[in-house]
């Protein structure tokens, strides 16, 4: 399920945030995706230059984080932050954002 999910999530980057599956689960917890969207709140942890989804999967876990953002910094190049809490939203081109409800 990572690894596939893996695929997905870098083909949907490389076509700006537009093929990224509508729903992620992070050990039980369902994210749902927010499209060009940033969610804005208490960043606890950044990475630079993903390689692979699952290092942001396993820092969400790690931080026990509400919401994921995913950028798009250039053709090859994308960064991922885990935030604790989200306080609201703010459209972004090349942005998306998993937060969890629960």
Known sequence: ????????????????????????????????????????????????NIQDIDECKLACVQHDCQAVNLYKINEVTFKCEILAYVRGYFPTQGAACYVSYS
Request: with cysteine.
């Open 1 to 48: 399920m990572f690894s596939a999910w893996s695929i997905l999530f870098i083909f949907g980057l490389v076509n700006c945030c537009v093929s990224l599956p509508q729903m992620q689960y992070v050990n039980d917890k369902p994210f749902h995706l927010m499209q060009y969207t940033e969610c804005r709140g208490g960043k606890v942890y950044e990475i630079d």
